[in-house]
């Protein structure tokens, strides 16, 4: 009887401390597991690949193929690599709808997740001239539906339009309600991202978004492209002679956003970028609550595309396990 009871309770206690070491092990793997874990998920920006798409050697139906390749879950598409092809087709329809169903079918075999359609080249969105204004957001409403399509959450558009802050802003709030009533109704976000001249001052941007006051409405912040001014009053490409502070313009960017852009241009022996410190700009991003996707956006001039993009993945992991 003795002996019966006294392996009873050696066997409880075994129970009981295997429990507990289980328990302990458990939650050892949790801590482990959130201190290695990141608050964002990461994917690519198709214009990452610029450079190989322009000289032929990527084909932009192949995008998710590449990005998989590269660990990608996650990917972001230029409506530009696809325009041209659809704009010149005998019926632009059915080829916006042939480029569509390949893209769809593509980002599902290889196990990508079609986040957003970065939008360019469809008209003014901030132009004074109402006639103008309207044609862009009927040009835009296509892509608003190729989003709905592919799954992707939201578009990303530009205002470039009126030189005149006053005359900007109410002109970008006519023309993104326009279009984000339309989107709405296909469950798609209309974002804009700071792309130069007025869109990049972030003061005006926050007040064109409390102007449209909608759901679907909102920001994409980038962390480099705050530049306000350029040489000879270009557009793109001339030295930028004056810019908006950029950690300032994200955090005043972020209360709107539903996607975030990291840009890169190089990065020193340490791996860490030379232009923008992004431990800085994820601390920004998480002080948020900020949880959705980053789309790296490589830009340098002196690293293949491929080196720069993992590079900036690398980046952001790291600082981000840091917050």
């Known amino acids: 009887m003795f002996i019966s009871l006294l392996l009873i309770t050696t066997g409880l206690l075994s129970c009981k401390n295997k429990s507990e070491n289980t328990n302990e092990t458990s939650e050892k793997n949790e801590v482990t597991e959130k201190k290695n874990s990141l608050f ?3 994917s690519l ?28 879950d996650g990917i972001e ?55 103008v204004r309207n044609k862009a957001v009927e040009n835009h409403k296509k892509w608003v539906d190729a989003a709905n399509f592919l799954g992707c959450h939201s578009i990303r558009v530009n205002l ?55 759901k679907n409405c909102g920001t994409l912040p980038d962390f480099g492209n705050f530049c306000l001014k350029r040489e000879d009053g270009e557009r793109w490409e001339a030295e930028c002679i004056e810019e908006y502070p950029k950690y300032e313009g994200v955090e005043k960017m972020m209360p709107y956003a539903k996607a975030v852009s990291a840009k890169s241009y190089s990065f020193n022996e340490q791996g860490e970028e030379e232009v923008i410190d ?15 996707y980053i789309g790296i956006e490589f830009e340098g001039e002196n690293m ?7 590079a900036t993945k690398e980046l952001l992991v790291k600082a981000g396990k840091q917050l």
Do not use: C
């Not at 450079?51 to 590269?70: C, H, N, T, V, Y």
């Not at 293949?304 to 993992?310: A, D, L, N, S, Y």
């Open 77 to 131: 598409y230029v409506s530009g690599f696809y325009a041209e092809r659809i704009k010149s087709a005998d019926d632009p329809q059915a080829e916006l709808k042939i480029v569509l169903d390949s893209l769809k079918a593509k980002s599902e075999e290889f196990g990508v997740k079609n986040v957003l359609i970065m939008v360019d080249g469809e008209g003014d969105l901030a132009t004074t001239d109402s006639i």
């Open 304 to 310: 293949e595309p491929e080196k720069g993009i993992m």
């Open 160 to 214: 470039f339009g009126a030189e005149d802050p006053e005359k900007w802003k109410n002109a970008a709030a006519d023309a993104l309600s326009k279009l984000s009533e339309y989107a709405a109704g296909k469950n798609v976000n209309v974002l804009v991202e700071n792309h130069g001249y007025l869109s990049s001052n972030a003061d005006l941007l926050v007040e064109v978004m409390e102007l449209v006051d909608m």
């Open 45 to 72: 920006a198709q214009w990452s690949l610029n450079k190989q798409i322009f000289a032929g050697d990527l084909d932009p139906m192949d995008f998710a193929e590449k990005a998989s390749s590269m660990g990608f």
């Open 278 to 292: 992004y431990k800085r700009m994820l601390q920004i991003v998480k002080d948020a609550g900020y949880t959705g």
């Open 40 to 42: 964002f998920k990461i």
